[in-house]
Structures are given as C-alpha cells and as structure tokens.
C-alpha cells in the first residue's frame, strides 16, 4: 500500500497495570514519531492504559521470521 | 437564557463551551475524507473530546442560574458565543490543521485561565479536559510540521489557513472589553498580557515553523459584540441545528 508524507509503519504496544505484560496491541501508518503517539493514543483508547509505547518497524530486530513483513530486513544475501 | 445578560463569568463559561462545541462539529467533518484512517480517527477523537469538554462546562452554567439544557438546545445561531473562526466549515486539511493550532490551542490557554482562578467548578474539572487537550496540541504541532516541512503548495495553503484565522482568534483569546476586565479583578482569569504571554510561547513556537511571528499580529475587533464576546457574524445554520441537536429533538431523554 502506498504510503502518503514520508509514512512509515510505527508497531503500538500497551500494558494494562504496572508490572503487567507489555503487549502488541496493533499498528499505525504515521509520518513521524510525534503523530505516531496521537494515532496510538487515538486508535487504541479501548482500555485505561497504564503505558503504551510505538516503534518503528524498522527498529524491530528480526529472529526467527524469514519472511512477512520482516524478511525485508534480513541483509542482503542472509538466508530466506 | 436568550433575555439574561450573563455576568462575566457566565460569559467566560459560555464562550468556552460555544467554542468547543463548534469546533467539535467542524472536526467531526473529517472523520471521513481526512488524509488516512489514523487521522480519521483522531479527528473523531478529538470532536468527541470536545463535545465531552462543552457538556461539562454548559454544566457549570446551572452554578451562574441557568437552565443547562436551555442553554445547550434552544439558542439561535446569532446567540452564539463562538469563536468566529469556526462560523464556516473548515474548506481543507490546511483548514484542519489550522484550526487545531490557533483555535484549539487559544481554547486550552483559556481553558488554563480559567482553572488557575478562583471558581471551584473549573478548579476541579478543567485539568482533566487540559490533560485530553495534550493530544490535540501535538495531532496539531505535528501536522503542522508536516505541511510547512512539505513546502511548495501544502506549506503555503497551511501558513494562509493560520494568517486567516489568527486575528479574529485573538480578539476573542484577548478582550479588551469591561467584562474580561471585572472577570480579572474577580480572580477569574488571568491579565491579558499573561494570556498574550502564554499564546506567544505555546502557539508562537509552532507557527515559527512557517515565518509566522505571533507577537506580530494584531487582534482584529472589528465589530465587537461585548455580550457575546466576538465579533460580527454567527456560526452557520447547519452547524447550529446540529449544535443544539434540533434532528435529535424528540428523542432527548434527561
């Protein structure tokens, strides 16, 4: 999918309580760190959050994953 | 309501939830058709934060003698307190983004007044509605960046969207009336030159991003109703029969 205004995918993690699980709750296309935070706050307002963070995609590390939306990652001639 | 002159606190409260109220409708305008479906749903988030925002200061108003369902559901448009810069729908996202900055912004600085001053309701209420509003500063800085940032035709429709409602939002942020004076001295709101202060700070340091230089720029009090606390004109009439929820009338359950 095209993307519009330099945006990139930001993935949304949240924990309910402190000291709770920090889980993926989804994604937002954004054109930057600052908007990436509104959309998050806006998107996934379903529960009183006690902490919810963005990262780029591209700032996820792959481990296992040679292919899907990380296999991009792998560097050039890495085993797919 | 429509015969009460308010005092000038009733005013203040007045103009704040008449603001808010409009302005969630002209967001509310965009939840389909803005940019992407992230800023379709901040858009519906912040028209709904807004709506929340004006239910709860019409509240505030039971306090100053009146009725709040009267006052909420059957004003006409022109005695609307609203700021004239939402009197039309937003043309554009330039639009958008513009009324977020400058009216949005103006509303929180004086919504901060408010709350620092001496009336117990606003006390205790307004910061909740202060700590919504962060989300809407930075949807409204970050846009803003991204427009101006853009440059060509996108920085320079942004920068004419801001110029065009700058003046008649601070005539409304700053009266200079006899009201917002008694407001002042009753411990209410703060000086002018306080809120001038405050807006240059906040509002300046975003629109420097595109050679705007708020200390620059002169209020525009043409026309200057002090009852209502704005200039000439009145919102549009769609918006009010929304407003006032004249389609929903006799479903309203109290």
């Known amino acids: ?80 | 309501m429509t015969d009460a002159r308010p005092s000038a606190l009733s005013r203040q409260i007045l103009t704040l939830a008449d603001t808010k109220r409009l302005l969630g409708i002209r967001y509310s305008d965009w939840i389909l058709g803005s940019p992407s479906i992230e800023t379709g749903i901040a858009a519906s988030s912040m028209a709904q934060d807004e709506w929340g925002h004006s239910r709860l200061l019409y509240a505030m108003l039971k306090e100053q003698g009146f009725d709040p369902f009267e006052v909420e559901h059957t004003r006409p448009a022109d005695r609307y307190y609203s700021s004239p810069a939402l009197d039309g729908p937003f043309g554009d996202w330039a639009d958008f983004v513009a009324g977020v900055v400058v009216v949005d912004g103006a509303l929180s600085i004086a919504l901060e007044s408010l709350a620092d001053g001496g009336f117990a309701l606003a006390r205790s209420r307004i910061p909740k509605m202060l700590a919504e509003e962060r989300y809407h500063d930075r949807f409204g800085a970050g846009w803003f960046g991204c427009l101006t940032d853009a440059g060509g035709e996108a920085a320079s429709r942004v920068e004419e969207a801001v110029r065009s409602m700058l003046p008649s939002t601070l005539a409304w942020l700053l009266p200079d009336d006899e009201p917002y004076d008694e407001l002042v001295d009753g411990g209410f709101a703060w000086p002018s030159g306080r809120v001038r202060g405050l807006a240059t700070d906040r509002l300046g340091t975003v629109l420097a991003r595109s050679g705007i230089a708020l200390a620059d720029v002169e209020p525009d009090r043409a026309g200057w109703d002090p009852e209502r606390r704005r200039g000439l004109g009145a919102p549009g009439e769609e918006a009010i029969e929304r407003a006032r929820g004249d389609r929903n009338r006799d479903l309203f359950v109290e």
């Not at chain 1, 095209?2 to 994604?27: D, N, P, Q, S, W």
């Not at chain 1, 998050?40 to 379903?46: R, T």
């Not at chain 1, 529960?47 to 296999?71: D, H, K, Q």
């Open chain 1, 1 to 80: 999918m095209k993307r519009a205004m330099g945006e990139e995918i930001y993935e949304v993690f949240a924990r309910r309580r402190r000291g709770g699980t920090l889980r993926h709750i989804g994604c937002v296309d954004a054109p930057g760190e600052e908007l990436a935070r509104v959309y998050a706050w806006s998107a996934y307002d379903e529960e009183n959050w006690f902490e919810m963070c963005v990262v780029p995609r591209r700032a996820v590390i792959p481990v296992n994953r040679s292919e899907g939306p990380w296999g991009d990652n792998l560097p050039a001639g890495g085993r797919r």
